[in-house]
């Protein structure tokens, strides 16, 4: 008897189980975007949103897993449902509003020019001159960037990168003169160490959001919801403390 109790336990539990399992959504995410998203030395997932997303899925029951996409592609891979959401620092706009369905704002950012340390150049002569403008690729700063060139028809280039550090590089190889760069990755950027200051801003700032498949209501309330939780939470607090300035 106590043969067969132990049994059907065994069967009950393997029958079971998949049904016990928290459901696993994919955070597609921008591998080298610090101090949201970025891969740390060990080769894990880190950064604000990282640790965010981490902690609301702990607290709303279900698993998230962070997997690298190149920012240029990200939205098609929500929109074709190769992931799940992007929490990795992607700016609410209009645009993409069209696109995918964003979460409540969660971090406000400004719109910041940079150049080299030593460099007299500011913001208003960069849009006034034949410069070179690094700025990340698929960005809504490429966008509005590449709008006020076609509207105002000014003399600048813009260059692209993949990530917002390796506009940097180039920065302060001298092969352009600017960039124009959030101020959460600039003052990162400034924070450790790299040798370029903040000119000026060319646009208004706007708001980082989640952004969720528009089929997948479910998901985006159990981010609203731990957003909620989060902000109430001292780990909020701690999360500014250990990423960001502010
Ligand atoms: N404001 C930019 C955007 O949303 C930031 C993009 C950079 N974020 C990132 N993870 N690469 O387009």
Redesign the pocket.
Known sequence: MKRFSALVFAFLFLALAPFAQAKTYVNG??A??PP??FIDEQGNAAGFDIESMNWIANKMGFEVQHTPIN?DGIIPALQAKKIDMIC????I?EERKQAVNFSEPYYS?KKYIAVKNGSDLTAEEVFKGKYTLGV?R?????ELLQSRIDNEKLAITLRLYD??PMSVEDLLNGRIDAIAI?SA?AEDAIKNGKAIKIVGEYAPG?D?GVAVNKENAELLKLINDGYELLKKDPFWQELHTKYLSN
């Open positions: 995410i921008d080298n975007y949201f998203s920012w990795s620092g992607m700016s706009s950012i990340q698929g960005t809504n700063e490429h990530s917002p959030d990755p706007d980082f």
